[in-house]
């Protein structure tokens, strides 16, 4: 096989069918709009089906539904698009809705650049809805990410039922790359496990389990979904401890596993005193950066690239930054994600590098805030 | 068959409240219709009417306020067989009233039940989108200033092919849920009825009141025959079936040696219409013909057909990590449009750099070297400039031959369209230079 030559928005919808999506819903939305045409091109010819909604609101809800009813869904979007999501966004994590959401970001605030690319939202996507429980926002560097995070995007919204982001950017979905599909890597698919035997209540966990067996709706049993705070049975719930030990199941399902889905690259360097943390298109300036810096001026400094944003691998970062005299976080806003480095990483000098001006971080950028600091 | 509802959930509403009787209605006609609850889904929103999903024993989603009928448009299409009933209320309807158009337009098989009691009751009786202007409701003189509409006639503009209005209290209202249900397409029922802890205390509403105002209203009583037409998901399934989709993912095989040992930059500077675009895509298709890594990347106005076209390609042997275009080796200057954008680009030139350089187009100093081309006096019209470019590029073997962009061009285009490709060569060929 020779090599593809797609951009990160078709590598997504690659992505999307290998990993089993079978329904897809959006609105029409510069940079995302691309990944709508390519899910055209493909899903209704594979068997499933493409929908395009009368808005952002219409779309994810179309997905909701699919979902529920035992299809595994995505739609796209970019940051306008997440505010109009964001009250569904809730219900998927209350309802424990498995959906994966594209948000190929662009530059904000509000209306912002339409075909400017920007890290804009990856406070937002984490804290964007009512209730703060936690998502699951994976971060795709390049072509070959797109594709094999949409896989685990679709994996793990089955396994955790919740909503799981793919964080791509204007400048990976709308940039073409080569793309050798052989040696991408395809993870297994996993698929939501559903329930077996004995009466079945839609919101019951498995005695040492956090996430509830699934049936669709349609089925032979009757399933209930609700997006009103509820007990096993799907019925509202007033009881404080039944409440409580809901959310509390919401937030632990999807935090106390972390480890099993962070994902990244590590690029240690023998003697180095600083590392530089990125996640997105600037993982790519970054690693140009320190090659630069390593063969030209002879200084070597460590690369963490984050490909799982959230729920923050805290682990990851205190491993690849012990004994470093200086973090640096490079990403294409004014500050959002370093905040995170800051909070995990307290103890340690944390300098950030970033900007919003819809042009790319150069990897020049990078090494003269490594030079000066 | 048995009754649809849930013995241990009754209907909890106030007494005299007219939801109390949509359950029965509703449930009678299910019962008729010998329908098991396993085949039916009830969808629901927020306010009273949000409570119908708990009261029966069939599937249930009960969803975000106003959004019933998307999620049950979710369900539809992902279970064709369910029978897929929405009880919204006359508020839920206001606020998802593109979700409703939509509905009627698209016309998915689901029936819509709007419990239309004029107010928004559990929140305290504000007024709603059919709350008539003379009534007196809890959102002050606010009403009297909006005129209410009238759903069945909205629903029938909008594309609705089964619209029917009822009060709540007709006997034959069962006859009428059934028909809706087993319409094949989107069914509207506009079922009115009184919220006696809010609206009707102000304003009495007894039934002999509903069904005189209803007898002013325009009649809806079933089929709207001018807007009977296929069901979109069966339609959708059909149309799928046939749709082959794309062939556009094919991978490119490597049948040229590379000719170039080191990453390459290569932008193209022009406006719209020149079909700069698709110009990179041939280099890109032509470099990726000796194995290399491509990336491209493009900027242009959002209005596609005016403005600059910037198209930026970096080419290497090894991977491509950063993606922007810093110091380019060779830049196609082609139209100030492009050139203005990129301004700053030309004095970053290293010196060996190659600028292909449309006559007439200014552009900064640069320490590159200048080919200036007369396009025009080649014969080469505007949307011809980019591909005429990238052959006068070819002829110098860096980053590609000649023989590679005729290789791309015979993967990229077939029949006219090829040809013509082949005589922009052929005229670029032609310019003296």
């Not at chain 1, 069918?17 to 045409?37: D, E, M």
């Not at chain 1, 109009?84 to 959401?101: K, R």
Request: glycine share 10%; proline share 6%.
């Amino acid at each position: 096989m020779g090599l593809h030559f797609i951009d990160g928005n078709q590598a997504v919808a690659m992505g999307a069918l290998y990993g089993g999506c079978r329904f897809f819903a959006s609105y029409p939305i510069t940079p995302a709009s691309s990944l709508l045409a390519a899910m055209l091109e493909t899903l209704p010819a594979a068997g499933g089906t493409v929908l395009q909604g009368e808005d952002e609101i219409a779309s994810i809800g179309y997905c909701l539904g699919a979902s529920m009813a035992g299809m595994k869904v995505m739609t796209a979007t970019s940051g306008p698009g997440i505010s109009l999501y964001s009250e569904n966004i809730s219900f998927a994590i209350a309802g424990e809705i498995p959906i994966v959401i594209v948000n190929i970001m662009r530059q904000g605030p509000s209306t912002g650049s339409a075909t400017r690319g920007a890290d804009s939202d990856v406070q937002f996507m984490r804290w964007g809805c009512s209730g703060g429980l936690p998502v699951i926002v994976l971060a795709p560097a390049d072509v070959s990410d797109c594709f094999t995070l949409t896989v685990h995007a679709f994996n793990l919204a089955e396994r955790f039922r919740c909503p799981v982001f793919i964080a791509s950017n204007k400048e990976i979905g709308m940039t073409s790359q080569t793309l050798d599909l052989e040696r991408v890597e395809k993870p297994p698919i996993v698929d939501r496990t559903l329930h077996e035997s004995g009466p079945f209540l839609p919101f019951q966990v498995n005695p040492g389990e956090d996430v509830p067996a699934f049936l669709p709706i349609g089925g032979p049993t009757l399933v209930r979904q609700t997006s009103s705070t509820h007990g096993p049975e799907g019925y509202i719930t007033t009881d404080p401890s039944e409440i409580q030990a809901g959310v509390e199941r919401l937030q632990r399902k999807i935090e106390a596993n972390i480890e099993s889905f962070s994902y990244l690259d590590l690029e240690e360097r023998k003697g180095a005193r600083t590392l530089i943390v990125a996640y997105g298109i600037t993982a790519g300036a970054a690693r140009a950066a320190g090659t630069e810096l390593f063969e030209r001026h002879n200084i070597p400094v460590s690369l963490l690239v984050l490909k799982t944003l959230w729920p923050v691998p805290e682990q990851v970062l205190l491993s690849a930054a012990e004994g470093l005299e200086r973090i640096l976080v490079v990403e294409m806003n004014l500050g959002q994600y370093v905040q995170e480095v800051r909070r995990v990483l307290c103890n340690q000098r944390v300098d950030f590098y970033g900007k919003m001006s819809g042009q790319l971080i150069a990897p020049r950028e990078i090494i003269e805030e490594v030079l000066g600091g | 068959m048995d009754s649809l509802l849930n013995p241990h959930r009754p209907p909890v509403f106030c007494p005299g409240c007219s939801h109390d009787r949509s359950v029965h209605v509703l449930d009678r006609a299910l019962q008729e219709m010998g329908l098991r609850g396993s085949e039916v889904v009830i969808v629901s929103d927020i306010g009273c009417s949000g409570l119908f999903d708990t009261f029966f024993n069939t599937h249930a989603f009960h969803g975000l306020h106003g959004r019933a009928l998307t999620y049950a448009a979710g369900i539809k299409l992902a279970q064709p067989e369910l029978k897929v009933i929405v009880t919204m209320g006359d508020g839920g309807l206001g606020i998802g009233g593109a979700h409703f158009l939509a509905a009627c337009r698209r016309n998915i098989d689901l029936t819509l039940m709007v419990l239309n009691n004029f107010n928004f009751g559990m929140t305290g009786g504000q007024f709603s989108c059919t709350t008539p202007e003379h009534a007196s409701v809890s959102s002050g003189f606010l009403n009297v200033l909006e005129k209410p509409f009238d759903l069945c006639h909205v629903a029938a503009c909008a594309g609705a092919p089964f619209v029917a209005r009822s009060s709540v209290y007709r006997k034959d209202l069962p006859e009428l849920l059934k028909e809706a249900i087993s319409f094949e397409g989107f069914a509207v029922v506009d079922v009115w009825g009184g919220c006696p802890a809010r609206y009707m205390k102000k304003n009495p509403l007894s039934p002999k009141e509903i069904e005189a105002a209803i007898e002013k209203l325009p009649t809806y009583q079933g089929v709207v025959s001018s807007n009977v037409r296929r069901e979109y998901s069966s339609h959708y399934r059909e149309a799928a079936a046939k749709d082959r989709g794309i062939v556009a993912w094919q991978d490119t095989e490597k049948i040229f040696e590379p000719t170039v040992r080191e990453r390459r930059e290569v932008i193209f500077l022009g406006s719209a219409g020149q079909r700069v675009i698709t110009a990179g895509g041939l280099l890109a298709r032509a470099a990726i013909l000796a194995g290399m890594n491509v990336s491209q990347k493009n900027d242009f106005h959002i209005t596609v057909m005016r403005g600059p076209s910037v198209t930026e390609l970096i080419i290497s042997p090894q991977a491509i990590t950063y993606t922007g275009v810093e110091q380019p080796q060779v830049i196609i200057a082609i139209d100030r449009e492009g050139v203005r954008r990129c301004w700053g680009l030309f004095e970053k030139m290293k010196k060996g750099g190659k600028i292909i350089l449309a006559a007439g187009v200014e552009i900064p100093p640069s320490p590159g070297e200048i080919l200036e081309v007369d396009f025009k006096a080649g014969g080469i019209k505007k949307k011809e400039m980019a591909l005429a470019a990238l052959y006068l590029l070819a002829q110098q073997r860096d980053p590609i031959t000649v023989e590679m962009l005729e290789e791309a061009l015979k993967q990229t285009f077939k029949g006219k369209m090829l040809e013509e490709a082949r005589l922009v060569l052929e005229k670029a060929a032609a310019i003296p230079i």
